[in-house]
């Protein structure tokens, strides 16, 4: 009896130190496994898909950053034609001129030597040519006397001689008061100012972008500006282009550009020079393009991107949240039916606004999940 009483014993005893079977894991999802989910999950209302579309896709593109500057051919840096005192400014920094305005007067000893030059060629040439006539007038008479048989022949070769001297001393003074005339339209000047003052003039139309004179300083050195003149009706955004790209390059072919200053906004360049030779620091090639800034709203030295599509191609894409790692490789969850999504491997192309090309793995109209992918991942 005893011993049946401890058998039972040491059975109830063995029964209550059963462990309770552990719970089955869910599966993680394979590359092409299958994840259900029940309706009545909370988990089903996180998730959303929408059908593949199919987008044209750049297949040959770069992005490059870029810098705008002046348009080197609508830029001036004004300098003093001769040395001497500033006697008047009309214009100062920020102003907006246009071409031939007068930017500044100047007192010059060389106005005053170029306006006496002039004065002596002109005297010269009414002298000379008043030979001239002498010389005419002293030929025609000689030729009659010798059509008379008064003179020798020697006395009209003479004259001829006389006639063609004046004629060449008539040709050099012209030629020399042409040339001191120059000399006073290069300094601003006009023949028979009382006290010629030399007037320095806008050479294009533009802004005054940079300022460095004072009314009534001495200046020796002419080949210091004393401003600069910019026409800022277009600008040119310097990119940097990647060595690797330079074949996509082309003169007048367009770029879009991105500016820091301008989220969002995309505007349109054409290239107008190609750098002759690579940057051996970086392996990139300065290409410059021109803006339209009609409008007034760039600036230079702004800061952005470049931007040149090659050619492109239609594919189908998908947004960057649909695409997740799975076993080390890409995969979107394709929507089955209600609640039950499969993953399948996908190989994508570059990302661009938040979207993604596929370029295997997914057609037209397939569903994919575009919200609550990394959900799925983890079921």
């Given at each position: 009896m005893r011993a049946w009483i401890c058998t039972l014993l040491l059975l109830a005893l063995a029964g209550c130190r059963e462990a309770p079977a552990p719970a089955k894991a869910d599966p993680e999802p394979r590359i092409d496994g299958v994840v259900v989910i029940p309706p009545d999950s909370p988990k089903l209302r996180q998730i959303r898909a929408e059908e593949v579309r199919v987008e044209r896709v750049p297949t040959d593109e770069f992005t490059a950053p870029a810098k705008l500057e002046f348009n080197p051919n609508r830029i001036s840096r004004v300098v003093l034609p001769a040395p001497g005192r500033v006697a008047e400014v009309f214009v100062y920094f920020g102003d907006?001129?246009?071409?031939?305005?007068?930017?500044?007067?100047?007192?010059?000893?060389?106005?005053?030597?170029?306006?006496?030059?002039?004065?002596?060629?002109?005297?010269?040439?009414?002298?000379?040519?008043?030979e001239l006539a002498k010389a005419q007038a002293d030929y025609e008479r000689v030729l009659d006397l010798f059509r008379g048989d008064a003179i020798a022949k020697k006395e009209v070769l003479a004259a001829e001689t006389a006639l063609s001297q004046a004629k060449a001393a008539v040709a050099q003074s012209e030629t020399s008061r042409g040339q001191a005339l120059a000399r006073l339209e290069l300094l601003g000047l006009k023949p028979g100012q009382p006290r010629p003052r030399i007037t320095v003039r806008a050479p294009l139309s533009g802004k005054v972008t940079e300022f460095n004179v004072v009314a009534g300083e001495y200046r020796n050195d002419t080949s210091q500006p004393v401003m600069t003149i910019a026409d800022l009706s277009t600008v040119w955004a310097a990119a940097d282009v990647p060595e690797t790209s330079i074949r996509l390059v082309q003169l007048d072919e367009?770029?879009?550009?991105?500016?820091?200053?301008?989220?969002?906004?995309?505007?349109?360049?054409?290239v107008m020079r190609i750098a002759d030779s690579v940057d051996p620091a970086n392996r990139t090639l300065k290409v410059w393009a021109e803006m339209d800034n009609r409008s007034g709203r760039f600036r230079p030295e702004m800061f952005g991107t470049v931007r040149h599509v090659e050619a492109e191609r239609e594919m189908p894409v998908v947004p960057s949240g649909a695409v997740v790692q799975m076993e080390g490789r890409e995969a979107v969850f394709v929507e089955e039916a209600p609640g039950r999504f499969r993953a399948v491997q996908v190989r994508t192309g570059k990302r661009s606004g938040g979207r993604v090309p596929v370029i295997e793995g997914l057609t037209p109209g397939q569903r994919v999940v575009s919200d609550g992918a990394m959900l799925l991942r983890g079921y």
């Open positions: 907006a001129v246009q071409r031939g305005d007068p930017l500044l007067s100047l007192e010059s000893p060389e106005a005053d030597l170029a306006a006496a030059d002039y004065s002596r060629a002109e005297l010269a040439l009414t002298a000379a040519r008043a367009r770029f879009e550009v991105r500016l820091n200053a301008f989220p969002g906004e995309v505007f349109q360049s054409r």
